[in-house]
């Protein structure tokens, strides 16, 4: 059973370019969240996607967007990168379930340098 | 909205000697608080997580946690310290009521002598 998968591993991009991420969850999982870990601070949580659609976000600028596809994988998306946007970027993949608390696992992350 | 922090930025042991980890979290529910551990380089991986229950949580690699809610405080404890335990920890605090998203702190760096 595969976990979470993010693709690229490491990414270098200019100042100003646009830059794509993938993250495939978890089989059995339909919900994906999205952290942005800066060096050295603890992640911190983007968005999250359910139903293709945004359900959540958090204190980031719209120049980050997401979208999530019908087999539940996703893409984020940075557009006019600037050099404080390099971080690892992590994946997290749950299950939708009500009334309890569903547990997010976490992917590698990919790498992300803007120069 | 719920925050963590974790008090020590950098503890240094010996190995073979005992460690603990501080975590404080806010939040006006009930907490679901988890420890993670991430090595150089290398994503998240969880050591434990308390939803309910017996608040003397066991988790992988010999790490217990005890949830105190009288204190808000949700401390990372290991007897004794191997060598490989050397990376940085991270305490969150999950909200079920927004989304399950997780909340981080800023994390604890953890160096181990020889």
């Known amino acids: 059973d595969a976990g979470v998968t993010q693709s690229p591993t490491h990414l270098i991009k200019t100042r100003g370019q646009q830059v794509t991420l993938r993250c495939s969850p978890k089989s059995g999982h339909d919900t994906v969240s999205w952290y942005q870990q800066a060096l050295g601070q603890g ?37 006019a990168l600037l050099l404080g946007d390099s971080a690892l970027y992590l994946c997290a993949s749950s299950l939708n379930g009500q009334g309890i608390y569903n547990e997010q696992f976490f992917g590698p992350g990919t790498r992300l340098t803007v120069l | 909205a719920q925050s963590v922090t974790q008090p020590d930025i950098h503890i240094t042991v010996s190995e073979g000697a005992s460690l603990e980890l501080r975590c404080n979290y806010s939040y006006g529910a009930t907490p679901y608080l988890f420890w993670y551990v991430q090595s150089p380089g290398q994503g998240l991986q ?30 990372l404890r290991k007897p004794s310290v191997h060598w490989s335990d050397a990376a940085e920890y991270f305490c969150a605090v999950g909200a079920r009521a927004a989304g399950n998203k997780l909340t981080f702190g800023g994390g604890t760096r953890v160096l181990v002598k020889p």
């Open chain 1, 43 to 79: 992640p911190q949580f983007i968005f999250q996607y359910y139903e293709e659609e945004e359900r959540q976000r958090g204190n980031f600028p719209d120049r980050f967007s997401g979208h999530q596809f019908p087999n539940y994988s996703s893409e984020l998306n940075v557009n």
């Open chain 2, 46 to 75: 969880l050591l434990l997580k308390y939803f309910s229950g017996d608040t003397l949580v066991q988790g992988i690699k010999g790490f217990e946690a005890e949830f105190k809610r009288s204190q808000s405080s949700f401390n």
